[in-house]
């Protein structure tokens, strides 16, 4: 099992910063991969951006803006958003993928959320 802890949502400008950190325990070995989606109102979650060894992928709309780095001694991820957008409002789920057997049987766990708002 794994458990996730998120921070670092808030209200924002538009063109502001924000960073959301995503902090694992558990069987934080077991762990390939660790990831950010968000959900706004009306519509369906997507993906915003995931890390896992040698790759890391983004969602076009965030390209250039928001960066995902892991700390692999803290077992955080993070997600760094600069350039904020409106359209960015929406919460924010850490996501990670990880083994539970020696058969490689993957299964997914999600963070709390976190409310990301942006508007002046």
């Known amino acids: 099992q794994v458990q996730l802890v998120e921070s670092g949502g808030g209200l924002v400008q538009p063109g502001g910063s924000l960073r959301l950190s995503c902090a694992a325990s558990g069987s934080i070995s077991s762990i390939y991969a660790m990831g950010w989606y968000r959900q706004a109102p009306g519509n369906e979650r997507e993906l915003v951006a995931v890390t896992s060894p040698g790759s890391t992928n983004y969602a076009d709309s965030v390209l250039g803006r928001f960066t995902i780095s892991r700390d692999g001694a803290k077992n955080t991820v993070y997600l760094q958003m600069n350039s904020l957008k409106p359209e960015d409002t929406a919460v924010y789920y850490c996501?990670?993928?990880?083994?539970?057997?020696?058969?490689?049987?993957?299964?997914?766990?999600w963070g709390q959320g976190t409310q990301v708002t942006v508007s002046s």
């Open positions: 996501n990670v993928k990880y083994y539970v057997d020696s058969h490689y049987t993957s299964r997914d766990e």
